[in-house]
């Protein structure tokens, strides 16, 4: 009998659980129609969201603060069609940083620092912070 190879779904770097199938792609590619030349996967935020964050690489400190207004949802099917290179990498669990320079290919980044999002939590033991009244 031959030993058979564990595949867990929890191991390996493209079997994470899927889901969702909306990216987050900054405005500069279709307003200004530069190419996808940076992207990451972080932990999605809603069931529809797939995590992949697609950027041009000329996106300003200001322009990434106000991700509300500068980030657009977009489908992975048009994101395929934008661009099909980007195809295999959608596979990748998030924590996955790709990029890529004029005239190469895609490469994976491993020194990149995912940004979290800022959840402020104030925590405390004071009823009276709650706004509840003691008996």
């Known amino acids: 009998m ?15 659980t899927k889901q969702g199938f909306i990216a987050l792609m900054s405005r500069m590619v279709i307003d200004d129609t530069l190419p996808l030349r940076f992207m ?3 932990v ?10 697609i950027y041009t690489g000329y996106e300003s400190e200001a322009f990434l603060a106000n991700d509300m207004e500068n980030m657009i949802p977009v489908t992975l099917d048009q994101l395929h069609r934008m661009d099909p290179s980007v195809e295999p990498l959608l596979k990748f669990n998030a924590g996955t940083v790709w990029e890529r320079t004029p005239g190469n290919d895609w490469q994976r980044v491993h020194d990149f620092d995912i940004p979290r999002p800022n959840v402020e939590v104030d925590i405390t033991n004071d009823v009276d912070a709650f706004g509840v009244k003691k008996a």
């Open 44 to 53: 999605p935020e809603h069931l529809n969201d797939t995590g992949w964050r």
């Open 40 to 42: 990451y996967k972080t």
């Open 2 to 16: 031959t030993d058979s190879v564990d595949q867990k779904p929890h191991t390996g770097q493209t079997n994470q």
